[in-house]
């Protein structure tokens, strides 16, 4: 949610990604091509937006002070 109301919270990339669904303990699981990645929302090479960096200090922040009201 914090990214959701904060975006510039993280740095992102996209890629292709796949849903593998022969293996037998990971079916359903996203399986992102990242050889073929770029970076940024919206950037072509890719369907999915996947988060790269986040600023944890900003986030544990938020986080703290949406709990204590202070935010």
């Known amino acids: ?3 959701a109301l904060q975006p510039d919270l993280a740095s992102y990339r996209t ?3 796949s849903v593998e669904l022969r293996g037998e303990q ?3 699981t996203l399986v ?3 050889r ?4 940024g929302p ?3 090479g890719g369907d ?3 988060v790269d960096e986040l600023d944890l200090e900003r986030f ?3 986080f703290l002070d949406s709990l204590t009201g202070s935010a």
């Open 60 to 62: 544990h922040a938020l």
């Open 1 to 3: 949610m914090a990214i």
């Open 36 to 39: 073929g990645s770029s970076e």
């Open 32 to 34: 992102p091509d990242l």
């Open 42 to 44: 919206g950037a072509v």
């Open 48 to 50: 999915v937006v996947y």
């Open 26 to 28: 990971t079916r359903g």
């Open 15 to 17: 890629a292709h990604t």
